[in-house]
């Protein structure tokens, strides 16, 4: 189980990154999709983690709010001390 699992659109890949390793340093488990090991079936797996996250963190962009995966993901997380939001600047 991590501590935070992070939504986010492919575009945001390199931000999301760096977030997810400040996140790290600072003691935190962090999942997000790069961990997917190959063959898996990502649907399966996505699901498997949001819900054994004690958190998760939607990082709203302009990219993301076009996903269905990422409004799906901020679905499923809401709810009371589960779910915070992280905006892009340009959004």
Not at 35 to 47: E, L, R, S
């Amino acid at each position: 189980m991590s501590d935070i699992f992070i939504s986010y659109a492919r575009e945001d890949h390199t931000k999301t990154k760096v977030l997810a390793e400040a996140l790290e340093q600072k003691g935190f488990t962090v999942w997000w999709d790069p961990k997917i090991v190959a063959g898996a079936q990502f649907d399966q797996v996505i699901k498997r983690e949001l819900d054994a996250a004690k958190c998760i963190v939607v990082l709203w962009s302009k990219a993301s709010v076009k996903s269905r995966w990422v409004k799906d993901e901020a679905n499923i997380g809401c709810g009371p001390g589960y779910f915070s939001t992280c905006r892009h600047s340009g959004c």
